[in-house]
């Protein structure tokens, strides 16, 4: 079993959709009763991972046939992300009723810099279900006095970050350093990643400075045109905590696919 939560963990960490199925009723005299309550997951490949030798041994000969898993991938495609009761034809003489759990890999917030708009973009997005990190190489500005719903601080120079960081699929990314030459830092390192957005603050000067900065690294403008800069929607914000609340909007209007 412990090997079986490593599994889903591990799919994660890797960005995979994952459902989760327990078994709760078992129709079949091939599959043991004893059975009832062991799990197994499945991604949008239809890979099966078993939470016991015995389901396996027991399951594994059924979930080889390709109509049982177009059924599965089928599962795994379904936008509903709510848990639900489902039965599994396995074939005509051996059905499985499960509950199905989508696992879900919670959306993740890193800002770069922790100035006077990180702060109360932090307490908002704090609201929205993201996991936020705080990115920033003065000591003086990074404490969780400031940032007391963050769930990680880290003081690292922003190039020494990007040493061990994996940017995901899930991430969102906003850059609000204090000058123009960190921004650069931190764009060019994280541009060709997958991330789900990833926004810059600055004057339409500071931001051209920086992307003929990147065009000389060789980006793409296709690269560029993907980058919300100015960062936020445009709702007229003057004090940091409109700007917080213009990035967030934006950020919320990307996830939502709006």
């Known amino acids: 079993m412990e090997d079986f939560f490593k599994k889903v963990f591990d799919e994660l960490q890797g960005n995979k959709k994952i459902l989760t199925a327990v078994l709760t ?131 690292l120079d922003y190039t020494d970050y990007f040493a061990s960081a994996k940017i995901k699929e899930n991430d969102y990314l906003v850059i609000i350093t204090r000058g123009h030459q960190h921004d650069y830092q931190v764009l060019k390192n994280v541009i060709n990643s997958e991330a789900a957005y990833l926004g810059m603050i600055g004057s339409s000067r500071k931001i051209k400075t920086v992307y003929n900065q990147l065009r000389d690294d060789g980006i793409t403008e296709e690269k560029l045109e993907a980058v919300h800069a100015p960062i936020g929607l445009d709702i007229g914000s003057e004090t940091p905590a409109e700007i917080a609340v213009a990035i967030a909007a934006e950020i919320i209007a990307v996830r939502r696919d709006k």
């Open 25 to 155: 009723d078992i129709d079949s005299e091939e599959i043991s009763q004893n059975l009832l309550g062991e799990m197994f997951l499945f991604d949008e490949e239809g890979i099966i991972e078993f939470s016991s030798d015995q389901l396996e041994t027991e399951l594994e000969k059924f979930f080889l046939n390709a109509d049982l898993k177009n059924q599965i991938l089928a599962l795994s495609e379904k936008k509903n992300k709510d848990s639900q009761l489902k039965e599994i034809n396995l074939d005509p003489d051996n059905k499985l009723e499960v509950f199905l759990e989508p696992v879900v890999d919670q959306p993740h917030l890193t800002v770069f810099g922790a100035g006077h708009i990180a702060e109360p973009l932090v307490k908002i997005c704090s609201l929205l279900d993201f996991t936020i990190t705080v990115v920033d190489d003065r000591e003086e500005f990074l404490n969780y006095d400031k940032f007391p719903t963050a769930d990680q601080l880290l003081l």
